[in-house]
């Protein structure tokens, strides 16, 4: 359901009529609260030593980078695991419930 959920994504951003960098900003600042309710269950042993924290800027930059991608192929790429359980459960007599 999640995979579904991702893959139709862009799907709704073009029709929203926003810019992808709005709705990736949005999708952002909407996770913040739960990211911070997560990370409050976490044990820290102190500051973070720099190089944990270059990883992760580094992500964040690559991640935004991929969301100003275009929707279209944004929308086609999550589409491909949608696509691999439905031909899993057709061609390979797969039972998507145990997938």
Known sequence: MG???IATSGVFIALAAVSPVTAIFFRCALAVPALWLLAQGTSSDGPLSRRPVMVAAIAGVLFAADGLSST?????????????LESAALFLDENPAQL
């Open 72 to 84: 279209v192929n944004a929308a086609v790429l999550m589409l491909v695991p949608v696509g691999a």
């Open 3 to 5: 995979s579904l959920g």
